[in-house]
Structures are given as structure tokens and as C-alpha cells.
């Protein structure tokens, strides 16, 4: 995938793509070492929190980072206060358990009929590919039973483990941990068929590109996750739309369907909720609320303001 599809991978889809990735990995190759836990102080994070309210309803956004490494504080302060006083919360999507999910996933990714990926790749690109394979412990044709669009998925999450990022210490874990320890209802914007459905229903050739890109780019990749991780935990959503945003002019049409038109439709979720009453915590990945294209100017379209709260 081109580094702008990693970075909105990362910051502005459910963790559906990596928390998925492992059951197609085990599956089709030699699964890549987990980085090794390191014993560390916490680490102090404070993202951005906004606020949208009436008189009667009140709605706040926070953006998740989906998957991180572990050791990072960011659950307290105003996040915490702001959960607390919610009576729901609303992910992107629910999170599902390994069984459901792999019910969804698994006849989306394997292609049982194909050629070989490595095949499907245009020649030049083939020895790029291979050599990130081997970077990564990946057996050569462990991936080739695999849509291009999930080996591009795969390849990323094993970099990321390698990396030392988890997606067990993701933000929607321990939202949705919260929530169900506190008996509030945990519901999703979207299901998971929706998200799988953005990457699985592009083109084969949007796919192809997808990957190919992503190989050119992999020796970049881990820096500009750092980046962004930097800025969400800074509560800097400035400069990690930035960061998110770099070459968006690559692939406009993931763009749109990843992101603009995503933030359309949850700004238009948010204006009619804000008709009834209560207390709703919405989280969703850190790129929806960064931007030009971000769901707080979307809000704007329903004569809504969003109000950053101070951490």
C-alpha cells in the first residue's frame, strides 16, 4: 500500500485490518516474531478530546490510535472524565471476537482460484516484494494464495509487531474493555463487512498498486507511524493531518472512500443523535478528526460546532 494507505490504515480504520491479519497469516506463512515486551515506565500521552452539546445532548469525539505500544498513559485526565460521564459508547465498528471475525474475513481474502500474488505483481516489482518478505521472516510464496489487498494488510501488521506496536494495547480495546466493565452499551458506526468490504471491493488493480506501493515505501513506513503516534499523543491533530495527508494526491479514490466519505455519513450520524437527549462517547480513528476533509468540519453542514477540550 502507498504510505498515505498505511497511514490512514493506521489512524483512520477500525482495527479490523490488523487485528485480522494474524488468522490469514497463520494460515499461509511462518508468522513473524513478536518484538520483545521491554519493561518501561509509562509514558504520558494527552490526545485531543472535543465536544459537541445542546442544551440536552451532549457528544464527544476522541481519536484512537489502533494499535500502539504498550506502556503509553493517555486513558485519564479529561478522556477519562469525559467516558465516565457518558451513557454509551459508540466505536467504529464492535469489536468482534476471533471466531466472528474470521467467519467474515476469511472468504474475503483468500483468492482459492488466481494466479499466485507473485504473479499478479508487475515484473519490476517482484524482487522489491521478496526482499520485503524476507525483512519480515516471510516465507516467498507463504502470501500467494492471498487478494493483493490483504498482503499489503499483512505486511503492515507484521511490520508493526515487529516494531513493537500491538494491537492489544490499541485505544478501542480499552474503550471497549471500559465500557463493558462499567455495563454501558458499546455500538459502531459501521460493521465490520462495511470495512473489510473498503479494501476487498476495490479493482485488482487498485489492489495491485495498493501493494506495490507499500513495497516501495516499507523502509519509510515504521518512521512516519512514529510521527503520528508522536503527534496523537501530544494532542497535536494538526500536524498528524499533516503527516496522515502527505501524497493524498496518489490515490484519491482510497482517500475518498476511507475517509471523506466515512466522515460524511458519521457527521450525518452525529447531527441526528445531537435530536435526543443524553451523553455519547464516540471513538474513532485519530485521522477522522484531523484535516480538511475531518468530521468536525463536516459537522458545519448541520450548523454544528465541535469544542476542543483542554487535556
Do not use: C
Not at 82 to 109: G, H, T
Not at 119 to 135: D, G, I, M, Q
Not at 153 to 168: D, E, H, I, S
Not at 226 to 251: A, F, Q, Y
Amino acid at each position: 500500500m502507498t504510505m498515505i494507505s498505511k497511514r490512514r490504515l493506521f489512524g483512520s480504520l477500525a482495527p479490523l485490518a490488523l487485528l485480522l491479519a494474524g488468522p490469514a497469516i497463520a494460515q499461509n506463512a511462518a508468522p513473524a516474531p513478536a518484538a520483545a515486551a521491554v519493561a518501561a515506565p509509562a509514558v504520558d500521552a494527552d490526545p485531543a478530546l472535543w465536544v459537541v452539546k445542546d442544551d440536552d445532548t451532549t457528544i464527544y469525539l476522541f481519536g484512537t490510535v489502533h494499535v500502539l505500544k504498550p506502556g503509553l498513559r493517555w486513558f485519564d485526565k479529561a478522556v477519562k472524565a469525559a467516558f465516565d460521564k457518558s451513557d454509551q459508547v459508540v466505536l467504529e465498528i464492535p469489536l468482534p471476537s476471533d471466531a466472528e471475525a474470521q467467519q467474515v474475513l476469511l472468504p474475503r481474502v483468500i483468492d482459492p482460484d488466481g494466479p499466485a500474488l507473485t504473479e499478479k505483481l508487475h515484473p519490476e516489482k517482484r524482487a522489491a516484494y521478496a526482499a520485503v518478505l524476507a525483512k519480515l521472516g516471510i516465507p516467498p510464496t507463504a502470501l500467494d494464495k492471498l487478494y493483493p489487498w490483504f498482503a499489503a494488510v499483512t505486511l503492515t501488521q507484521v511490520q508493526l509487531q515487529k516494531a513493537g506496536y500491538n494491537p492489544a494495547s490499541g485505544a478501542e480495546r480499552a474503550i471497549d474493555a471500559a465500557a463493558k466493565a462499567a455495563g454501558k452499551p458499546v455500538t459502531g458506526l459501521e460493521t465490520l463487512t462495511q470495512q473489510i468490504g473498503y479494501f476487498a471491493d476495490l479493482p485488482e488493480a487498485d489492489q495491485i498498486a495498493f501493494l506495490e506501493e507499500g513495497v516501495d515505501d516499507f523502509d519509510d513506513g515504521i518512521k512516519s507511524i512514529d510521527e503520528m503516534v508522536s503527534s496523537w499523543s501530544k494532542g497535536d491533530p494538526e500536524t498528524l493531518g499533516k503527516v496522515m495527508n502527505r501524497d493524498i494526491d496518489k490515490l484519491p479514490s482510497l482517500y475518498k472512500v476511507l475517509l471523506k466519505d466515512r466522515n460524511i455519513r458519521w457527521a450525518d450520524w452525529i447531527g441526528a443523535r445531537m435530536k435526543q437527549p443524553g451523553t455519547v462517547f464516540i471513538a474513532v480513528g485519530a485521522g477522522h478528526l484531523a484535516g480538511k476533509d475531518s468530521v468536525q468540519v463536516q459537522l458545519a453542514t448541520h450548523h454544528l460546532t465541535a469544542t476542543r477540550i483542554p487535556n
